[in-house]
């Protein structure tokens, strides 16, 4: 395992997309120590800000504040990043497979246009988890992001497949213009949730202000829902699904589209 | 002082043909000898004179709109990384302004038409092509829907409406008239669109879009103009629009006039299932109408960005892709729409667009008379030229790209029959020699002495998409700015500026007019000569 402590915070941020196994996995130690990460617009040795241990391959930990870190994982197709400590932007951005865990909070865009791979963050999130970057058609294409703690706007913006879950509370515009593919929020969101949402369905377990573009339909017993219960439970989240605990209320949208999306609000019997 | 020696000379304007010859240089021209200078060894290269883009569209407030509309390309673009010579910029379909002239040098291009600006936007867009390092620059003004133009022609009052565009010319300090779908655009303000050369325009009871290119084109015969009407036909893009382009080559009288991004003007067909190449009719009457010249705007499949004044055809557009649409109305003067776009071999309609642009440049027989663009970045990013070219001088890669058209379109295209090949005089001619001519730049697109000392010299080679993407050598105006495939030294480009002739009253009659209808005042709405770097001023002859 390849461990990167970091020996001080950067005061700008550093672009560090090469902590990737997919990067490091067949370099000598001295390859690693010399990989290029950027401070701002100065170019930096890796070994200039980490101290570097360990052989490189398919398992990286990455040690201290490493907040003003951007791009840990970028694109990377296997293997897996632990951050013990806090992670910067863009985290797991683009990424296709392997796994990302970050024992503290993330920055914003954490696994934006993701494909495949899982990322797990115990603390607080970031806005746009999973979202499109600017100007692009889709987001989230793939993989599950969970989020223990909070997250912040534009969760899943544009999202086309794939699975969201938060376990604090999200901000504004979940879901915006979403696609496809499951958000499950078991502390609820601010305003705005599936605003111009195509497609997907969006679970919540707290009382929604949703918009006046969305229709009620009745209570709802979803059988997929079991299953992804069933797949969450031992990560942490619990979805109740028992017909005798409550019912899932059913809201269509966003009409402003139209769309066709979903949001279900779960209602305790 | 400089001497290219050794390479083979291919100068169509003066019948020189793969000659193995000196090109001397000094004082920015080519001159008959030199002495003492600095010798090029050009052996096994090819020696073109700079390649001249008749019809781009690399400058102005609608490019940059469609810069911002595109970050999911910028993000994917060839970046260009800051050095010594170099600014810091991105490839890409809208490459930014100073990688724009590092491109176009870097593919041996020296000259460059700008070929849409309204004068509202003439200031920015002139500060734009001072950011467009090395190419030399020309841009042409729009006018077939500039609304005080459109009332002088409803009044009948064609002799002010010659001198009111000429004022327009030297305001916008442009090289030439462009018009874009002329009345449609007017219409569009309305809603509407004014598709076939007889239709009605909203807002207007008795002029009609074919009166317009007619007049247009005569005004600019009238004032001598050295690059004739610039003409993006009504009805672009429509299937079975064939019939509006022969019209409108009909309806110019003899007239001059260049027909811009033709392949966009030449399908049969009756809707988006059928539509089909008619390019044999449009090219054959093409072929028998001397006053015209036209280029290409061939398509090249991939991810692009289409950007044109004809705002209700790319709301048509917006519609049929579902994407992403920006609309921009330039006041009394013209539309603007922009529409990313992707081209897809497995798409029939794109499929035909691809055929159509390759075979007008096959069918059409003047070399002289039809021009390699892309329309940039509409059916392909410039830079992407080298490509077009291959197609059109290697037959078994043309034969090998068809395989990609689907069966069903290859009935309705006509490009699996042309067996014609060219050669690299032709393409000498298509890319500098043809539209230096048809820009009236008499000092561009040839070697002769005296001429600009905009010179591009490649390495002579089978793969000529290769041959053509890397220049070993480009010297723009006597100066060496590629070399060994590398770029050298940046200059600053010239930008060649139309003074006609005009009577100054007319500037009292357009003054009130102004602080009447314009958000900008009359005083600060014409460029000022300072504002053009490298102004170089053409004065046609009375």
């Known amino acids: 395992m390849l461990t990167l402590t970091l020996k001080e915070s950067p005061h700008v941020p550093l672009e560090a997309e090469v902590i990737s196994p997919d990067v490091v996995a067949n370099l000598t130690p001295g390859e690693v120590r010399a990989l290029p990460v950027l401070l701002g617009k100065r170019r930096c040795r890796l070994d200039d800000w980490f101290d570097v241990d360990g052989d490189a391959g398919d398992e990286i930990e990455v040690r201290g504040d490493a907040s003003k870190v951007k791009w840990i994982g970028r694109g990377m197709t296997r293997g897996r990043v632990t951050v013990v400590g806090n992670a910067g932007t863009h985290l797991g951005a683009y990424m296709t497979g392997g796994s990302v865990e970050v024992t503290g909070s993330a920055g914003d865009w954490v696994g934006g246009e993701m494909g495949g791979g899982t990322i797990r963050v115990r603390g607080d999130a970031g806005g746009q988890l999973g979202a499109a970057y600017r100007g692009s058609p889709s987001g989230m294409s793939g993989g599950t992001i969970l989020v223990g703690g909070s997250a912040g706007i534009e969760l899943g913006m544009r999202m086309k497949r794939g699975l969201i879950a938060v376990g604090g509370k999200v901000r504004d515009f979940a879901g915006l213009q979403m696609k496809g593919g499951t958000i499950v929020l078991t502390g609820g969101a601010e305003i705005r949730t599936g605003a111009w949402m195509a497609r997907g369905t969006i679970v919540s377990l707290v009382p929604l202000r949703l918009l006046p573009t969305f229709a009620a339909a009745g209570p709802y017993h979803p059988t997929f829902l079991r299953l992804y219960a069933r797949h969450l439970r031992p990560l942490g989240f619990a979805l109740p699904c028992e017909p005798h605990e409550g019912a899932y209320r059913r809201y269509t949208g966003d009409a402003a589209v139209p769309g066709k999306g979903e949001v279900l609000v779960w209602q305790p019997a | ?542």
């Open chain 2, 1 to 542: 002082m400089l001497r290219i020696t050794g390479g083979k000379v291919y100068d169509p304007a003066n019948n020189i043909n793969g000659e193995v010859r000196d090109v001397c240089i000094s004082g920015g021209r080519v001159v008959a000898a030199v002495e003492d200078a600095r010798t090029i060894d050009a052996t096994g290269m090819v020696v073109f004179p700079g390649g001249v883009d008749v019809h781009t569209h690399v400058a102005g407030a609608a490019l940059n709109f469609a810069r911002g509309l595109i970050p999911e390309q910028h993000r994917q673009a060839a970046p260009i990384i800051h050095s010594r010579l170099r600014r810091a910029g991105l490839g890409g379909s809208t490459p930014t302004t100073f990688a724009t002239g590092y491109l176009y040098a870097g593919m041996g291009w020296t000259t460059v038409n700008e070929a849409a600006v309204p004068i509202l936007s003439a200031k920015h867009t002139h500060e734009e092509l001072h950011d467009t390092p090395i190419v030399d620059k020309t841009c042409c003004v729009l006018m077939a829907n500039n609304e005080i133009l459109l009332d002088l022609m409803e009044a009948g009052e064609w002799e002010r409406a010659r001198h009111v565009m000429a004022w327009q010319v030297w305001a916008a300090k442009a090289y030439g008239v462009k018009a874009v779908n002329p009345g449609g655009v007017a219409a569009w303000k309305w809603g509407k669109d004014a598709k076939q050369l007889s239709d009605p325009i909203a807002g207007y009871s008795n002029i009609t879009p074919g009166q317009i290119v007619a007049g247009l084109a005569r005004l600019v015969d009238e004032l001598k103009l050295p690059h004739p009407l610039h003409l993006h036909c009504n009805n672009l893009g429509a299937p079975g629009n064939v019939t509006t382009t022969l019209e409108t080559m009909k309806t110019l009288e003899g007239n001059r006039a260049h027909l811009a991004h033709l392949q966009y003007h030449a399908y049969g067909g009756d809707d988006w299932s059928n539509i089909s190449s008619a390019s044999t009719t449009l090219a054959d009457a093409f072929n028998a109408c001397p006053n015209l010249t036209t280029d290409a705007g061939a398509v090249l499949f991939g991810n692009t960005v289409t950007v044109t004044a004809d705002g209700p055809w790319q709301h048509l557009l917006y519609q049929l892709t579902g994407k992403k649409w920006a609309n921009l109305d330039v006041e009394n003067e013209t539309g603007c729409g922009v529409v990313p776009y992707a081209y897809k071999p497995g798409s029939p309609a794109n499929a035909v667009q691809w055929a159509v642009g390759l075979e007008l440049l096959l069918l059409i027989t003047d070399p002289w008379r039809v021009f390699l663009t892309t329309d940039h970045p509409n059916g392909a990013a410039f830079w992407r030229y080298p490509e077009v070219i291959r197609l059109l001088m290697d037959l078994d890669f043309r034969r090998e790209q068809l395989k990609a058209i689907p069966d069903k379109v290859l009935k309705r295209i006509i490009l699996p029959e042309l067996t014609r090949q060219y050669t690299l005089s032709e393409i000498a001619v298509i890319t500098s020699a043809g539209p230096a001519r048809a820009l009236g730049l008499s000092h561009k697109g040839h070697l002769g002495v005296g001429a600009d000392a905009d010179v591009a010299v490649y390495n002579e080679s089978a793969d000529v998409a290769h041959m053509f993407s890397y220049p070993r050598y480009v010297i723009k105006g006597g100066e060496v700015v590629i070399e060994e495939g590398e770029l050298r030294n940046v200059v600053e480009g010239r930008g060649f500026v139309v003074k006609p002739a005009y009577d100054e009253t007319v500037e009292g009659y357009l003054r009130p007019l102004f602080q009447q209808h314009y958000t900008m005042s009359f005083d600060n709405y014409p460029v000022a000569p300072e504002r053009v770097h490298g102004l170089q001023v053409v004065e046609p002859a009375p």
